[in-house]
């Protein structure tokens, strides 16, 4: 695991900190700095901005929903959220709860053309204390014609939980947040799992992330950084030992019950040899032929990669200190995550 780790570094990581679980204990690593220019150790229970790991608590909280009767994935998101989409040939009444959940929704990714922005240091630094309410990005989506009509294709749109956050609300009367909380964080113990908001500080400890402007290759600082716009698709903070006992959780039937599991573990194909999507999470296979699923997260200065096994039983967690990431970074950490659980390198 370290070998593995060091060669995520030397692919050009500032700094990655890795936890896999399983039924035979807790192995925690490091490799790299938690400051640019210096040698620090990187805490092995450090803070980091997970990203779209969000979407699949709020994807379980959804189920969670469904299976006390309060709303159904057939329900179509103009019941919930009656005239938000419409326009240039979108259609709230023809996007259902699952489409939002599984990205076959069609809808146009405005949240993806603020993130593209961010990618330079002149724009992280126009944007990195955004404030914008959902139904404003909404509203940008909208402004945009679909790109495909709903339930025939996949494509991946931060506007679909940003919505799916919105039902939550109105099935509920209460925040995204207040559920997540509820429901996920305080049961399962996620005492270092949190959901900032508007706040651009990472709680202690964590290390200094850093992105590299997309035009002059030049590394930035990007740790104090507002990502409540971002909200249900991508704000929350994390560590690996939480977001390990969470996805843990949530594969080993913790969180639903078996017949809503087998709605979120029921996937579509995305384009992508060997991988297919359900609701809030991805499915691949590993070299050796186990099953894994997971949900990757990128925000500016953090890339979080995981995977755990259908059973629940065993789980990856990689946090990289990088963005945006280079492909021989991704393999390397497939080659940690392969190894975890297999015990030998993928097949390039």
Known sequence: MQADLDAIRDAGTLGVQARVVSPGGD?????????RGRNAPIPLDGHFRMGSNTKTFVAAVILQLEAEGRLSLDDSVERWLPGLVRGNGNDGRAITIRHLLQHTSGLYDSVGDI??????????RTYRFLRMNPRRLVALSAGHRP????????????????????????ATGNSWRKEVKRRIITPLRLRNTTLPGDSPLLPKPHVQSYTQDAKTSRPFRATLLSLGWAGAAGEAVTTTGDLSRFWRALLG?????????KKMTTTVPIGAPGREF???????????????????????????????????????????????????????????????????????
């Open 147 to 170: 790109l495909f009509a709903p339930g025939s294709r996949w494509s991946y749109s931060n506007i679909n939980y940003l919505l799916a956050g919105l039902v939550i609300e109105r």
């Open 115 to 124: 993130e593209k922005k961010m990618r330079t240091e002149r724009g992280y």
């Open 253 to 261: 039937g913790k969180l639903l019950p078996p017949h809503q599991l």
């Open 278 to 348: 359900g609701l809030g999470m991805a499915k691949q296979q590993l070299s050796c032929g186990v099953t894994v699923w997971s949900h990757p997260g990128g925000t500016p200065g953090f890339i979080t990669d995981n995977a755990v096994t259908q059973d629940g039983r065993t789980s990856v967690i990689v946090s990289r200190t990088t963005y945006p990431g280079t492909r021989e970074q991704g393999q390397a950490t497939a080659r940690l995550i392969d190894n975890a659980l297999c015990g030998t390198s993928p097949t390039d």
């Open 27 to 35: 192995l925690a690593a490091a490799s790299g700095t938690a400051v």
